[in-house]
Nanobody, 121 residues
Framework: QVQLVESRGGLVQAGGSLRLSCVAS????????MGWYRQAPGKQRELVAS???????NYAGSVKGRFTISRDNAKNTVYLQMNSLKPEDTAVYYC???????????????WGQGTLVTVSS
């Protein structure tokens, strides 16, 4: 099995910064796209940013220019650097990854447990 473990979120003031990390572990042969999603109260889960194994990135329009996604393939880790945070960034942030397992090369997609980020005004 493959698991994703996210770093703890937290409370930050508007305009502040926060960095999230997510480590994949388990029976991994290769990781494909890794990404961050978020879900605010009463809203649907939405994509924040994603990054392919070659480093191609994709961002939601609402975070472009403020958030940066990166990954360390050697460590099976993806990061989300969040700058100039706004109260509307308050949400539970979820890590997501797909790839193939090391045993039978079966495709998998997994989610982290979620971490709460609260931005105060």
């Amino acid at each position: 099995q493959v698991q994703l473990v996210e770093s703890r979120g937290g409370l930050v003031q508007a305009g502040g910064s926060l960095r999230l990390s997510c480590v994949a572990s388990g029976s991994i042969f290769s990781l494909g796209v890794m990404g961050w999603y978020r879900q605010a109260p009463g809203k649907q889960r939405e994509l924040v940013a994603s990054i392919t194994s070659r480093g191609t990135t994709n961002y939601a329009g609402s975070v472009k220019g403020r958030f940066t996604i990166s990954r360390d393939n050697a460590k099976n880790t993806v990061y989300l650097q969040m700058n100039s945070l706004k109260p509307e960034d308050t949400a539970v942030y979820y890590c997501n990854a797909d790839g193939s397992d090391a045993i039978i090369r079966k495709y998998f997609e997994v989610w982290g447990q979620g971490t709460l980020v609260t931005v105060s005004s």
